[in-house]
Each structure stands twice: as structure tokens, then as C-alpha cells.
């Protein structure tokens, strides 16, 4: 059981470089979402879907992109990349309802 | 509006001693699910526990137990005889009913245990 699958794990831009964070989960979730984590912040939302072609802002959605084409894949795409989006990402689903959230293992970016 | 207040930003205990991590919550819902998060140094979230609004019945898990209580909005994690594994950072979240709504995290409290 694969889970929610996150990739690149690691991974180094320059400032206006651009990147996509992949997300894919297997677990059939409507809903997915991407949180970034900071020291002293916690896990802050970025963005989220509850299904395919629905996606909407969190509380710090400036700087980032989404699209929800499939129910399995959610990316994030940094379109031009600052040194204040230097964090770890995760992204998470789950079922409708009030279950738990399943996250990804972790994406660690540094913006130069 | 939503919070989740986790006071104590790091804890450091000695091995065996018991600790518990204090979570305050704000919310007007009369419904709200409360859940616990551990993170260990190798980065990971993993799901503890979720405790219906509904139920405030304490659960216990082997040396972990949550004590929910609405009269003072606190749903506060206790760890009996810690170990050095239970070194981690461990969030409270809440999430409004309705099957979309987000899930507000706290800041996270670090916990050491000292060998």
C-alpha cells in the first residue's frame, strides 16, 4: 500500500526558478491538500481539493499554484521561487468526513 | 475562527517520567473533531488519536492516554514511563464538521526524552 507518495524529497532552486511537487495518493481520497512547516509555525495550510477540478486557497496559498486534473495526483508548482518558500512540504488526504489526514513523507525545498 | 493553542514548545524529560503535552482549542462549532499527531525525527506524521466533540470519554493506548475535557477546551495528551522513542513533535489539529472542512494544526510541541 503505497499511500501519498511525494516527490522530489529533496530539493535546491535559485530564486525565480521554478518547480512542480508531485503528490499522488492510491487511496481513492477526494480530498487532498499541500501544508508547508516552518520552525515555530506549524503545519500551515497552502492549498486543498475535494475532488477533481475543485481546488481552493488555504491560509498561505501566495506563490503557489494547483491543479486537481485526477483524483489520485494534486502537484504544486512554485512558479517563481523565493528564499521565503524555503520549508518543508507535505501533502495529505483524506476521505470526506472526519477522519484523518494520511501525509506524504515530507518534501524538503531551499530556495538560494 | 479556529485555533489550536500547544503552549509548550519543548519539553525535555528524563526516561520513565511521565509528561503530558497541554492543547487548547478556540472554536464556536458545537461539533468539531480534535486529533493528535506525532512527528519523530525522521520526519513523518503520523495519526494518533481522533476524539469526537461528542465524546469526552478519555481513551488510553498502552502508555499514551488523552484527556478531552469542553469545560475548559482542552484535549491534553499524557505519555506514562516515556521512552527515548517517544522523542518527536508531537501537533494537536482541529477540524470543523462537514465533510471538506480544513484541519487547523498548533505549532507543535517538541518533546526530548533523555536517556
Known amino acids: 500500500n503505497a499511500g501519498v507518495t511525494q516527490t522530489p524529497k529533496f530539493q535546491v532552486l535559485k530564486t525565480g526558478q521554478s518547480m512542480t511537487l508531485q503528490c499522488a495518493q492510491d487511496?481513492?481520497?477526494?480530498?487532498m491538500s499541500w501544508y508547508r512547516q516552518d520552525p515555530g509555525m506549524g503545519l500551515r495550510l497552502i492549498h486543498y481539493s475535494v475532488g477533481a477540478g475543485i481546488t481552493d486557497q488555504g491560509e498561505v496559498p501566495n506563490g503557489y499554484n494547483v491543479s486537481r486534473s485526477t483524483t489520485e495526483d494534486f502537484p504544486l508548482r512554485l512558479l517563481s521561487a523565493a528564499p521565503s518558500q524555503t520549508s518543508v512540504y507535505f501533502c495529505?488526504?483524506?476521505?470526506?468526513?472526519?477522519?484523518?489526514?494520511?501525509f506524504g513523507e515530507g518534501s524538503r525545498l531551499t530556495v538560494l | 475562527a479556529q485555533k489550536v493553542t500547544q503552549a509548550q514548545t519543548e519539553i525535555s524529560v528524563v526516561e520513565k517520567e511521565d509528561v503530558t503535552l497541554d492543547c487548547v482549542y478556540e472554536t464556536r462549532d458545537t461539533t468539531y473533531y480534535l486529533f493528535w499527531y506525532k512527528q519523530p525525527p525522521s520526519g513523518e506524521l503520523v495519526f494518533l488519536i481522533r476524539r469526537n466533540s461528542f465524546d469526552e470519554q478519555n481513551e488510553i493506548s498502552g502508555r499514551y492516554s488523552w484527556n478531552f475535557q469542553k469545560s475548559t477546551s482542552s484535549f491534553n495528551f499524557t505519555i506514562t514511563a516515556s521512552q527515548v522513542v517517544d522523542s518527536a513533535v508531537y501537533f494537536c489539529a482541529l477540524k470543523r464538521p462537514g465533510g471538506y472542512q480544513k484541519v487547523t494544526f498548533g505549532i507543535g510541541t517538541k518533546l526530548q526524552v533523555i536517556p
Open positions: 487511496m481513492n481520497h477526494e480530498y
Open positions: 495529505a488526504s483524506r476521505l470526506a468526513g472526519p477522519g484523518e489526514l494520511f
